[in-house]
């Protein structure tokens, strides 16, 4: 059946009235705040927070991806009492037959705090979107634990996938609020992509990593049975000379682990993995990132690498995010995205995730990559050859929310409002992708934000009139 002329040009008239008030109006300042004060850590006998009962038990039990095309998966795990076992009993769902892996056991010691015993191992060479259970823990004199997950779908462009974002989550009520609701979310998320600021421990006295036990404590009914891809940010620098703890990232690298030798990458800070129909690229802030370094070196290789035949989805994480009106850390990332940018741009990057900043905002697609230092020419423009550009910081980390914008709403920002909550995107195939974010409000997991997303390099329309839930 046609469209009637009449109607048609209504259509188009109202879409072109539509993008003109989303490009001259700044977009949406959502007046939703849900919460001014600050939360505070949650005390530590927190039933969140508990030790598994048992001599020696496994504790703070996390997975991260182990290899570059989701086939191997990195299994950690703390001893308190005493080393115990480096080995990973596993087996698949519809299977009798046992495997096991050896990994390796590592300590170290921040100021006067001493770890336990942390294991690493990987697990390899793994059936696609399969269900394997693990066992953890064997061996004569420690309580064994048993956990499970599944395996990503074999690479290829079609397949969906859906992933969670979670940034900035340390460890309060509202913490714990928006863990609570990234696991209820009837959206399943397969895979949390977390975008950095792990626990805060660094906010306690001396960096206190008891804080640090206890945020794997916290996460691990997420994390043991789902990958988190793992991002840093700067409270997981860790540098605190005047303590004598002048190593950055010592807590980070000792206890997290990520694929980046299988990436090329020559540091843990920044690596890629594929995964379903999306490519990830993990970006450190913190890390040096100008002209000739590793960092900038390996993203100079990394970028022309992705073939957008087999992983149709360019997702890039980093903490510091590069577009942010809000009053907190304006222009941090302006360093990097003069760097990166227009490479984002050259190589069709699809999203951006990014924290640090604690609340949410989401950009048009833009880029601002005309400047020289003599022309003038630095004001983000729409191009759809772009990222949108996300802030997901909203964890409920004991620093509280940022609520005070910029004014008026620059541009380029879609929406932006200050509460906490998490995300998910929901990849249907090569072109599209379904997002949402979801503010924490009383109790509840409310979508506040969503929008349909159009792949750069398969269907890269102009996605932003869809915006706006
Ligand atoms: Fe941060």
Not at 73 to 97: C, H, L, M
Not at 325 to 340: A, C, K, T
Request: net charge neutral.
């Amino acid at each position: 059946m046609g469209v009637s002329r009449p109607t048609l040009v209504f259509c188009v008239l109202a879409a072109a009235v539509l993008k003109f008030a989303v490009l001259c109006s700044g977009g949406i300042t959502s007046s939703f705040v849900r919460k001014i004060e600050k939360s505070i850590d949650m005390p530590l006998d927190s039933d969140v927070f508990k030790v598994p009962p048992g001599y020696n038990a496994p504790q703070q039990v996390h997975i991260t991806q182990g290899d570059h095309e989701g086939k191997a998966v990195i299994v950690s795990w703390v001893t308190a009492d005493e080393p115990g076992s480096n080995i990973v009993q596993y087996w698949s769902e519809n299977s009798n037959q046992k495997h096991q892996a050896k990994g390796e056991m590592k300590t170290y010691k921040y100021y006067n705090y001493n770890s336990g015993y942390i294991h690493h191992c990987t697990i390899s060479n793994l059936k696609y979107d399969t269900k394997y259970y693990y066992k953890i823990g064997t061996g004569n004199t420690t309580t064994t634990r048993t956990f499970w997950f599944t395996t990503p779908p074999e690479v290829g462009p079609d397949v969906p996938y859906t992933f969670g974002f979670i940034g900035d989550l340390g460890q309060t009520h509202d913490s714990n609020d928006t863990l609570t609701h990234y696991e209820q979310n009837p959206i399943k998320g397969q895979t949390v992509l977390f975008v950095g600021d792990l626990s805060y421990a660094d906010n306690h006295p001396n960096h206190d990593n008891l804080r640090s036990d206890t945020w794997g404590r916290f996460i691990e009914r997420s994390v043991a049975y789902q990958p988190w891809i793992w991002t840093t940010g700067n409270h997981e620098l860790d540098y605190a000379p005047k303590i004598g703890e002048k190593k950055p990232f010592k807590p980070f690298t000792h206890r997290y682990q990520t694929p980046h030798e299988t990436a090329n990458s020559t540091a843990p800070f920044w690596y890629s993995i594929k995964r379903a129909s999306a490519y990830i690229i993990v970006l450190s802030s913190y890390s040096a990132y100008g002209k000739y370094t590793p960092q900038y070196r390996w993203l100079e290789e990394e970028l022309p690498k992705v073939n957008r035949s087999e992983t149709p989805w360019l997702i890039v994480l980093m903490h510091c995010p590069w577009y942010n009106s809000y009053s907190d850390h304006i222009l941090e990332g302006e360093s990097m995205r003069v760097m990166y940018e227009s490479w984002f741009v050259k190589y069709k990057v699809d999203l951006v995730f990014a924290g640090h900043v604690h609340a949410y905002e989401r950009s048009e697609r833009v880029s601002n990559t005309a400047y020289i230092i003599v022309n003038g020419i630095c004001t983000p423009g729409i191009d759809q050859s772009a990222p949108v550009y996300i802030t997901i910081g909203d964890g409920g980390n004991v620093e509280g929310l940022v609520k005070i914008m910029t004014e008026p709403q620059p541009k380029y920002s879609a929406y932006r409002e200050a509460s906490f909550g998490h995300a998910t995107l929901e990849i249907k195939n090569r072109t599209h992708a379904y997002y949402s974010w979801h503010r924490n409000q009383d109790g509840y997991a409310v979508k506040a934000d969503s929008m349909w997303f159009s792949n750069r390099y398969w269907h890269p329309v102009d996605d932003s009139t869809a915006a706006h839930s």
